[in-house]
């Protein structure tokens, strides 16, 4: 096999040996390098110092480099450095509370469990079910927070994120607590914040708002969250910023949304979790999980869905979140103590019922040719209205941009609205398509008049409507120079297709408005009042006789309430 050979590199077999710190291993023949490696090695042994047999002795006694430790002593040493300085519970843990507040040993274990993972990972999920105080054990962490670091409290400040909706009930809790370095703003006035570097600690409620890194709201999170602080720590580098993102729903949607939630606060290619390079980790899920869009077979998508999601819930989710549930409250003895000192009982919570409503003789086939027009076959609905841009000819045309993905996407979201509001209630829907029809008829008084107003942002039909042409003329000139939406167009400008689809069109909304018109029944609402009566209070469910009504139009809701 010749002189010899020289083997050379450190396999290391972990993760970070595999990622970030991989070497090759090598064989070397040549002389030159046998000849140097051989000296290099005889030099060093030369240099070694004999170990006694007493030594190996002491260290297998005075370390844990030893075989006599038992399972259990094993198992318990997992827990302890899985779960650190967390797995002390200690009830002073959280301090004094204001007037009106409990010790509750399951906040205590949140707040503890949170500033552990806020430290290690600079961010963490507060994910726990509504009603278990997640806004109590936020502001817990962040008075923590600032009475264990090296920031004067009075400099260093606290960003708090919220939708407007929450305001008052954050300053209250906050107030209560003592926490007075902090700033309030909602969720879309972030590009108001100036000097980002003073706020060492930022606290997102409902952060699954912000999970599309192409929402213009996620870019100035993004950048708020990244900025360094004006703190520097003790090695001269400046602190990076905490994080606490509140949702209820961290394993939201799909993995790209969990990603951008996770990179507001962990290093996309050096994180602090079991996989360092999280885009990689993210990247394969993301493109495995749009392969599935294109699958037909339902089974295999569950099947192959499930396995995706599991993998970043063990992975990333997991280490990162701070989660209890109702159910774990009323497993776990110390936290059902708590339930009953403060005489909490949870709700049972049935699955949804659904109620079905008939349709007589007459709306039957009503409701069944109204679908047909609005979504399908020859005589159809083809929402012309909605995609004058995208009809107009080239040298108009050119001043929007994206014009026929525009106007195609306003189409698809009128139609989606007629479909949905045939559902949510009669009288809703015959508004709507009254609406719909009057604006397409607008439209067509226009082409007669010889004179298009193309104003997006102008109420153009209600002055079309009132016959004040002349007063929307004026208006449109003066309002021209400031709006670059603005256009006046004559017929010529459109393509011709343009007009015969906008008389298609108000032939089935015109058919459709006189036949609804003629609709006097509601059976879904006789049906709902019918349930109100009977069934919706019955005190062995409904124990404090409130109910809710939720629905997608204000219509419907001013409809049911008169």
Same mark, same amino acid.
């Given at each position: ?153 009075? !400099? =260093?400040? #606290?960003?708090?994120?919220?939708? %407007?909706?929450?305001? &008052? @009930? ?7 607590? *003592? ?66 993102? !509140? =949702?209820? #729903?961290?394993?939201?949607?799909? %993995?790209?949304?969990? &990603? @951008? ?7 996309? *290619? ?293």
């Amino acid at each position: 096999h010749g002189y010899g050979s020289v083997i050379t590199g450190s396999s290391n077999l972990t993760v970070p040996g595999l990622q970030r710190n991989f070497e090759f291993n090598v064989e070397l023949r040549d002389n030159s390098d046998i000849e140097f490696a051989t000296e290099t090695f005889d030099s060093l042994w030369g240099e070694a110092i004999d170990i006694e047999i007493e030594d190996v002795v002491k260290v297998k006694k005075e370390t844990f480099l030893n075989d006599t430790f038992t399972p259990y002593e094993v198992y318990l040493k997992f827990l302890l450095e899985f779960f650190g300085t967390s797995i002390d519970f200690n009830p002073n843990s959280v301090g004094d509370l204001p007037k009106g507040f409990k010790k509750l040993s399951y906040q205590v274990d949140a707040v503890n469990d949170g500033f552990l993972k806020l430290n290690k990972h600079g961010g963490f999920f507060l994910a726990d079910v509504v009603g278990l105080g997640k806004t109590v054990v936020a502001a817990l962490i962040a008075k923590r927070f600032f009475y264990t670091n090296d920031f004067p409290s009075h !400099i =260093s400040k #606290t960003l708090i994120i919220i939708p %407007p909706v929450l305001k &008052a @009930n954050w300053e209250d809790t906050l107030n209560k607590f *003592k926490l007075d370095n902090y700033h309030i703003i909602s969720n879309g006035s972030l590009h108001k914040v100036r000097n980002p570097e003073q706020y060492d600690l930022i606290i997102v409620d409902e952060a699954h708002k912000f999970r599309s890194d192409s929402a213009e709201m996620y870019n100035q999170l993004q950048k708020l969250c990244k900025t360094e602080t004006q703190h520097r720590l003790a090695d001269g580098s400046l602190a990076d910023k905490k994080i606490i993102l !509140i =949702s209820a #729903t961290p394993l939201n949607n799909r %993995p790209e949304d969990i &990603a @951008n939630l996770v990179y507001l606060f962990q290093d996309s *290619k050096s994180s602090t979790l079991g996989v360092i390079n999280l885009q990689r980790f993210f990247r394969t899920h993301i493109d495995s999980f749009n392969k599935l869009k294109k699958v037909t077979d339902s089974s295999r998508v569950n099947r192959e869905v499930k396995i995706i999601y599991e993998d970043i819930r063990k992975t990333v989710i997991e280490p990162l979140t701070v989660r209890r549930t109702r159910t774990d409250l009323e497993e776990n003895e110390a936290y059902k103590k708590d339930l009953f000192s403060q005489d909490i009982k949870f709700p049972k919570v049935g699955v949804p019922e659904k109620i079905f409503y008939e349709l007589d003789e007459v709306l039957d086939p009503l409701y069944d040719k109204t679908l047909a027009y609005l979504t399908r076959g020859d005589k159809r609905l083809n929402y012309y209205r909605y995609m004058a841009i995208k009809y107009l000819i080239p040298e108009k045309k050119k001043k929007y941009a994206k014009a026929d993905l525009i106007s195609t996407q306003l189409a698809k979201i009128m139609k989606t609205m007629l479909v949905k509001r045939i559902d949510s209630s009669f009288h809703a829907f015959t508004m709507s398509l009254e609406r719909y029809a009057k604006a397409n008829s607008n439209m067509l008084k226009m082409f007669d008049k010889g004179i298009i107003f193309i104003a997006p942002n102008l109420k153009v039909n209600e002055y079309i409507e009132n016959g004040k042409e002349e007063e929307l003329m004026e208006l449109v000139l003066q309002e021209m120079e400031n709006d670059p939406t603005i256009e006046i167009c004559a017929p010529s400008d459109f393509e011709p297709q343009f007009l015969s689809g906008l008389e298609h069109d108000q032939e089935i909304l015109d058919e459709l408005v006189k036949e609804w018109k003629n609709v006097n029944e509601d059976p879904k609402l006789k049906l709902f009042i019918v349930y109100l009566k009977t069934k919706l209070f019955d005190t062995s469910k409904n124990l404090e006789g409130k109910l809710v009504v939720f629905s997608e139009s204000k219509e419907t809701t001013a409809y049911l309430e008169k």
